[in-house]
């Protein structure tokens, strides 16, 4: 399967972005989708997921601000991003996972001014 991400860009500190991810296949055939983010000189950290179930998880970081969604039936998932912070400045890629992700999008950038 091939995971399309979109949505990332610019913007200050406190606002929002929506990112996108769209696969080419069922989504529901992985047991969850996630979003991993990698900023500069550090090591990609996951940041949620979602289950075919719909539950969801966060890493602590993002807990509170960050919601990950999902649409079946259009083989898509989503982040959205509030109350950003500079340190959210990554390259954000979605992928789809069985125990341990699977496959991986292509990555999109997000910088947050302060």
Same mark, same amino acid.
């Given at each position: 399967?091939?995971?399309?991400?979109?949505?990332?860009?610019?913007?200050?500190?406190?606002?929002? *972005?929506? *990112?996108? %991810?769209?696969?080419?296949?069922?989504?529901?055939?992985?047991? $969850?989708?996630?979003?991993?983010?990698?900023?500069?000189?550090?090591?990609?950290?996951?940041?949620?997921?979602? &289950?075919?179930?719909?539950? &969801?998880?966060? $890493?602590?970081?993002?807990?509170?601000?960050? &919601?990950?969604?999902?649409?079946? $039936?259009?083989?898509?998932?989503?982040?959205?991003?509030?109350?950003?912070?500079?340190?959210?400045?990554?390259?954000?890629?979605? %992928?789809?996972?069985?125990?341990?992700? *699977?496959?991986?999008?292509?990555?999109?950038?997000? &910088?947050?001014?302060?």
């Amino acid at each position: 399967v091939q995971l399309q991400a979109c949505g990332g860009g610019l913007v200050q500190a406190g606002g929002s *972005l929506r *990112l996108s %991810c769209a696969a080419s296949g069922s989504i529901s055939s992985f047991n $969850a989708m996630g979003w991993y983010r990698q900023a500069p000189g550090n090591q990609r950290e996951w940041v949620a997921f979602i &289950t075919t179930g719909g539950s &969801t998880n966060y $890493a602590d970081s993002v807990k509170g601000r960050f &919601t990950i969604s999902r649409d079946n $039936a259009k083989n898509t998932v989503y982040l959205q991003m509030n109350s950003l912070k500079p340190e959210d400045r990554a390259v954000y890629y979605c %992928c789809a996972a069985n125990r341990n992700p *699977l496959y991986w999008g292509q990555g999109t950038q997000v &910088t947050v001014s302060s």
